[in-house]
C-alpha cells in the first residue's frame, strides 16, 4: 500500500475507514447475537472471530459506535432477557442463565440499570400482556 503511494501520491481515502468499521461492526453484532448466551463471551473471543486485533476493536467500538465491548454485550443479552421474561416461561434466574450472566444478581443489577425496573416487574402479569409484548418483539 505505501508502495502504490509512493508512486500515486493521493490523499488518504475518507470513506475506506468508516467502511471497514462499519464491516467490523456489523460482523461484531453477528458474532455476539450468535453467542451472547456463553457466559465467557468476552473481547478477545469476538475480536478472535472477526478477525482483529482486541485492542483495535475495543478502539473501533469507542470510536464508531460510542459503546464499550461490555455494554454493547450486557445490551444484547438484557434485549433478549427481555423478550425471554415477557413469554413468562422462565423463572428470572432461568432468564439469566439462558443470556449468558453466569450471576442472577449481576444480571438483576444491571436489568433494572438499563430498564429502569426490575426483571420481576418487567414480566407481564397476564395473558393479553404476554401476547402484546412478543408480538412487539416479532420481526416482519
Known sequence: MHAVRNVLPLGRCTHTPNEFN??????VMRV?????ADPN???????KAV??????LSRILNQSVGVTFRQL??????????R????NLYSV?????????ADSHYFSRSFKALTG????????RDAYSVNRVLMDHVTI
Open 22 to 27: 462499519y464491516n467490523v461492526v456489523r460482523d
Open 41 to 47: 463471551l468476552d473481547l478477545n473471543k469476538v475480536a
Open 84 to 87: 425471554l421474561l415477557a413469554s
Open 73 to 82: 454485550l450486557r445490551n444484547t443479552r438484557i434485549e433478549e432477557a427481555k
Open 93 to 101: 434466574k432461568e432468564v439469566a442463565a439462558l443470556v449468558g450472566f
Open 51 to 56: 478477525p482483529i486485533s482486541s485492542a483495535q
Open 117 to 124: 425496573q426490575s426483571a420481576s416487574e418487567f414480566r407481564p
Open 32 to 36: 455476539i447475537s450468535g453467542n451472547y
